[in-house]
């Protein structure tokens, strides 16, 4: 008769939080494609049927977390107050970052860095990216009565975008090890600011 050995190291990962927290430490440490199923399975002590009833995929760890985000933003802009729409839509931004920060077991600004660095990924990031500036988009549309694709909100919803990874990567490059809310409050403004003085000047639908 046989008797199972205790596992050594880590703990088995009792949640799909702390599972997600074991996978992107190692896709910071060795990067997306050197990461395997295997690796993260072995690291968070499960078999493959719990990894896959938490993510289905290696791509569904990295995208579950960003699409949330999306998500949050998107809830962000549906509880926003009447302010003007452009001041409305920065402290969507800023909230919807902030709440991502604090629900997930590792800083939006790691999850960032997964995402922005690894070529394997440069397709499936621009793609979600735009969904996220659409939410932006269609927030402008709403506001405004402009049809969201039109020049103007989708203006507005990539400029925001291109701000906001900007600010990110900014603070990926200074090793920062989480986000700044203020600051980045501070740093879209400029942009915000612009794009309301455009939609201050335009004749409404």
């Known amino acids: 008769m046989t008797t199972s050995r205790p596992r050594r190291g ?5 949640s799909r939080e702390a599972l997600t927290e074991i996978a992107f430490e190692l896709l910071l ?3 997306y494609e050197a990461t395997t199923l295997q690796a993260i399975m072995i690291a968070g ?8 009833r938490y993510f289905g995929s290696k791509a569904g760890i990295v995208w579950s977390e960003f699409d949330r985000a999306v998500e949050r933003l998107r809830s962000a802009l549906h509880d926003a107050d009447d302010a003007p729409v452009m001041a409305a839509v920065r402290s969507a931004v800023v909230r919807s970052t902030q709440l991502s920060e604090a629900a997930a077991p590792t800083s939006w600004l790691d999850r960032f860095r997964v995402l922005d660095r690894d070529a394997a990924l440069v397709a499936e990031t621009a793609a979600h990216w735009r969904v996220w500036a659409e939410v932006v988009s269609g927030y402008v549309e709403e506001r405004t009565g402009l049809d969201a694709s039109a020049p103007v909100p989708a203006a507005i919803g990539g400029a925001v975008q291109a701000a906001y990874v900007a600010v990110l990567r900014q603070w990926a490059a200074a090793g920062a090890a989480a986000v700044n809310i203020d600051e980045l409050d501070n740093a879209l403004c400029p942009v915000t600011d612009a ?3 455009v939609l201050d000047g335009m004749p409404r639908p």
């Open 195 to 197: 794009f309301q003085a």
């Open 45 to 52: 002590g499960v078999g493959r049927s719990t990894l896959f």
């Open 29 to 31: 440490r060795d990067g």
């Open 10 to 14: 880590r703990p088995p990962a009792s």
